[in-house]
């Protein structure tokens, strides 16, 4: 548990000053929870219309030019269906 009133301060980067917080109430902490790390965005599959996507990862081994096939479950489950889109 953290007391009420303890203080603690940010670590500032360069040029950056420190900023500085204070419980207003007892709060419960474990040091694991230092190891979290928060979804910053929420995966989307492509729709019609979208202009921007984003991939997971960071070694796609994509260069600029290379092409992205999108294929819709529709697709999958009919050969036939014209769900798709080839981008570059």
Do not use: C, H
């Amino acid at each position: 548990m953290i007391d009420k009133g303890t203080k603690v301060q940010s670590i500032p980067g360069p040029g950056e000053e420190a900023q500085l917080f204070e419980t207003v109430e007892k709060i419960e902490a474990r040091p694991e929870w230092n190891e979290l790390k928060p979804r910053k965005t929420e995966p989307k599959a492509p729709v019609f219309g979208a202009e921007v996507i984003y991939l997971k990862g960071t070694s796609t081994n994509l260069k600029q030019g290379d092409g992205l096939l999108f294929v819709g479950e529709e697709r999958e489950k009919d050969p036939g269906n014209e769900n798709w889109d080839f981008r570059r």
